[in-house]
T-cell receptor, first 114, second 111 residues
Framework: KAGVTQTPRYLIKTRGQQVTLSCSPI?????VSWYQQTPGQGLQFLFE???????NKGNFPGRFSGRQFSNSRSEMNVSTLELGDSALYLC?????????????FGPGTRLLVL | EDQVTQSPEALRLQEGESSSLNCSYT??????LFWYRQDPGKGPEFLFT???AGEEKEKERLKATLTKKESFLHITAPKPEDSATYLC????????????FGSGTRLLVRP
């Protein structure tokens, strides 16, 4: 099975712009979670989608949003980018999102905000 | 509040020199503890899941163990290709939908 894929792998944006990142989960996986990884804060949970519904959200401002499509692919959007949004954005998928399930991560999208 | 602490922050070993990484956790009911390996510029790669105290899992040179307060990742006779950051994460009863990560241990194995 192919793993989790994320596009693009690298992005450079300027402050105030918006960005959309894409994630394709492992075939058959219906839950997609997004995490932000920075040197200072480590890995932090953004949100989780299952069957096109956002089930859970982390402590991030409303500028961070996402959605999931009927084929389980997911996108996340960050509007009005700030310098502090520079990070590695990771997508993880699991079969049903159950609390005992393992999450498998993609390679990430490296976002640099100038 | 659920917390995960990993130690040491960084570890340098000679090839063949065995050691252990520590992950201590404070959670409101553990649902699962997960170990990942992360290479620079890449996403975390799944290694092990542990669910209950006393459980152990092995894979090649790695062995993970779990107690009620901490987990250890034992590395036996490491090789340079084991160099990476090792991340520990937990799922708790209060926040079972997400992984709560520690800050990781950066391991360097010198030939």
């Amino acid at each position: 099975k192919a793993g989790v894929t994320q596009t693009p792998r690298y992005l450079i944006k300027t402050r105030g712009q918006q960005v959309t990142l894409s994630c394709s989960p492992i075939s058959g996986h219906r839950s997609v979670s997004w995490y932000q990884q920075t040197p200072g804060q480590g890995l932090q949970f953004l949100f989780e989608y299952f069957s096109e519904t956002q089930r859970n959200k982390g402590n991030f401002p409303g500028r961070f949003s996402g959605r999931q499509f009927s084929n389980s692919r997911s996108e996340m959007n960050v509007s009005t980018l700030e310098l502090g949004d520079s990070a590695l954005y990771l997508c993880a998928s699991s079969e049903g999102g159950g609390s005992l399930e393992t999450q498998y991560f993609g390679p990430g999208t490296r976002l640099l905000v100038l | 509040e659920d917390q995960v602490t990993q130690s040491p922050e960084a570890l340098r070993l000679q090839e063949g020199e065995s050691s252990s990484l520590n992950c201590s956790y404070t959670v409101s009911g553990l649902r699962g503890l997960f170990w990942y390996r992360q290479d620079p510029g890449k996403g975390p790669e799944f290694l092990f899941t542990l669910y209950s105290a006393g459980e152990e899992k092995e894979k090649e040179r790695l062995k993970a163990t779990l107690t009620k307060k901490e987990s250890f990742l034992h590395i036996t006779a490491p090789k340079p290709e084991d160099s990476a950051t090792y991340l520990c994460a937990v799922r708790s009863m209060d926040s079972s939908y997400k992984l709560i990560f520690g800050s990781g241990t950066r391991l360097l194995v010198r030939p």
